[in-house]
């Protein structure tokens, strides 16, 4: 149930924002996820359905943003986005390492009343 866990972060986060600025309701939650997350769309919007009723989240949309994923060479330190599954590096065909960009999952912004 890891996306139950991370979509209790996302509403909590996302209420304490509202709150800072003195919303009352939220309508809106942008999300960035990167394409290596193993982050699930469809399942963070069914739990946060679920999780939000009786919250001024409730009945927010969920904004999904993705974020191409990143390597980096491991022999001339060139960071590039792979081509289906060549994990080559496009200047010397050196061999590709994953890094951290494209496993990102954190709120980018929110849309409030
Ligand atoms: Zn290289």
Do not use: W
Not at 46 to 62: H, P, R, W
């Amino acid at each position: 149930m890891h996306e139950l866990t991370v979509t209790q972060n996302v509403l909590d986060i996302a209420i304490e924002h509202a709150r800072q600025g003195g919303a009352t309701r939220i309508t809106r939650i942008n999300l960035v996820i990167g394409e290596m997350s193993s982050i699930i769309d469809d399942s963070v919007q069914f739990y946060f359905d679920f999780i939000s009723k009786g919250t001024m989240a409730e009945g927010a949309e969920l904004q999904f943003r993705r974020i191409p994923a990143q390597f980096r060479c491991s022999e001339c330190g060139q960071m590039f986005t792979p081509e289906g599954d060549d994990y080559r590096c496009p200047r010397c065909a050196g061999l590709g390492i994953v890094t951290d960009v494209g496993s990102e999952f954190y709120v980018e912004s929110i849309e409030v009343d």
